[in-house]
């Protein structure tokens, strides 16, 4: 069974640049996170997913991030413009669906993006 | 959402087995308890998960106390590719998020 997947995988920008992460979750995951992992700290739920509608932006600046999620499969991350602080690891999720009682999340690779 | 609390890091000697424990005292009765690791570079891999009862896998066994208050994550022969940050996470039954505290970085010693 082929894992999450996510492109690019490294990324180095200017501040005030665009930038677009790309997501393509396990086939038939119903469910879709993105999160944001700064060096030394665990992972940040930026966004969920349960098909193509957003179940929690809570913590998603919206200002400067969008994501989307079109047909439920795979997603993407724009951060514009970028700032310095926004220099970290974008990680992709993807689980069977959140209602489950045990719902597995699993990740992808990561991107890491640095802003200069 | 249930809070847990880890150590910051261990040391575990290679062949021995690696006891990681994790606090999470606010735990509602019918939230899960998961364990994912984190290999430099990588993206966090699921490791176990269990509600009440002790559970194993070819990775690891996960003993969850009587009163649910706190757990142990065990590799049973822990090898030098076991280096990593080991988190446990409590998943929210209202909002069943994942909330990642800092983990426990173990270094397994050769």
């Known amino acids: 069974e082929a894992g999450v997947a996510q492109s690019p995988r490294y990324k180095i920008i200017e501040k005030r640049q665009s930038v677009a992460f790309w997501c393509n979750p396990i086939?038939?995951?119903?469910?879709l996170y993105w999160y944001q992992q700064i060096l030394g700290q665990g992972p940040k739920l930026l966004i969920q997913f349960q098909n193509n509608g957003v179940v929690d932006d809570s913590q998603l600046p919206k200002d400067r991030f969008s994501a989307e999620r079109l047909k439920g499969v795979d997603s993407t991350l724009k951060i514009q413009p970028a700032k310095l602080e926004d220099s970290a690891v974008y990680l992709c999720?993807?689980?069977?669906?959140?209602?489950?009682?045990?719902?597995?999340?699993?990740f992808g690779p990561g991107t890491r993006l640095t802003v200069l | 959402d249930a809070k847990t609390t880890q150590p910051t890091s261990m040391d575990c000697a290679e062949g021995r087995a690696a006891n990681l424990p994790c606090n999470h005292s606010?735990?509602?009765?019918?939230?899960?308890v998961y364990w994912y690791r984190q290999i430099h570079s990588q993206g966090p891999q699921y490791i176990i998960h269990g509600l009440k009862n002790n559970e194993t896998n070819e990775m690891a066994s996960l003993i969850i106390t009587e009163d649910r208050k706190s757990s142990t994550l065990i590799l049973p022969h822990a090898t030098l590719r076991d280096t990593a940050v080991y988190y446990c996470i409590v998943r929210g039954s209202g909002t069943y998020k994942y909330i990642f505290g800092t983990g426990t970085r173990l270094k397994v010693l050769a």
């Open positions: 086939s038939g995951h119903a469910t």
């Open positions: 606010t735990i509602s009765g019918n939230e899960y």
């Open positions: 999720a993807s689980s069977l669906g959140q209602y489950y009682s045990t719902d597995t999340q699993y």
